[in-house]
């Protein structure tokens, strides 16, 4: 069963950082993607950034592109969500994701099978 545990979250000011952790368990990982999303009250959840869990290629939304690094840790099975130059509309509960990648090098941008609970993000401006 796989188990995904996201931490990290808090209340920043505008321009501050953070760095979201997500402990990923249940299973080898070699051939998935890890992701996260994340979703703002009132709309729809979705994607900030993805890895590759072998090779780390990583793909980011245009939104954060520049402000936010997704990487992995092989060692202890975590994957993170460094976050700088926070804006007030990053504000969301941030979800972090698993799927099954066999035959398909990409990263995708949906169709997500786990996640994790989920963690907030809250920036004032």
């Known amino acids: 069963q796989v188990q995904l545990v996201e931490s990290g979250g808090g209340l920043v000011q505008a321009g501050g950082s953070l760095r979201l952790s997500c402990a990923a368990s249940g299973r080898t990982f070699n051939n998935y993607a890890m992701a996260w999303f994340r979703q703002a009250p009132g709309k729809e959840r979705e994607f900030v950034a993805g890895i590759r869990w072998t090779g780390g290629t990583t793909y980011y939304a245009d939104s954060v592109k520049g402000r936010f690094t997704i990487s992995r840790d092989n060692a202890k099975n975590t994957v993170y969500l460094r976050m700088n130059s926070l804006k007030p509309e990053d504000t969301a509960v941030y979800y972090c994701?698993?799927?099954?990648?066999?035959?398909?090098?990409?990263?995708?941008?949906?169709?997500?099978?786990?996640w994790g609970q989920g963690t907030q993000v809250t920036v004032s401006s």
């Open positions: 994701a698993a799927v099954l990648t066999s035959g398909y090098s990409g990263i995708p941008r949906g169709g997500y099978d786990y």
